[in-house]
């Protein structure tokens, strides 16, 4: 369950990387691990933020959820 919070170069998370592939799958099962869709990499990005910005309403929604 601790790979789910370590975030890798960057400080990127898994919940990000499935993000950016809209893998709604991937999502809900991180999420259901324990992911936080706050955490901020390097860049100040967090999974949230980039849903906003760039992801469908409906992966947005999962992350509310």
């Known amino acids: ?15 990000m990387m499935a993000l950016k592939r809209k893998d709604g799958t991937a999502i809900k099962m991180l999420l259901a691990l324990g992911a936080d869709p706050d955490k901020e ?17 409906r992966i947005l929604s999962l992350l509310d959820n």
Do not use: F, M, N, Y
């Open 41 to 57: 990499s390097e860049e100040g990005i967090s999974a949230r933020k980039l849903a906003e910005q760039k992801g469908p309403r």
């Open 1 to 15: 369950l601790s790979d789910v919070i370590v975030a890798g170069p960057g400080g990127v998370t898994l919940l």
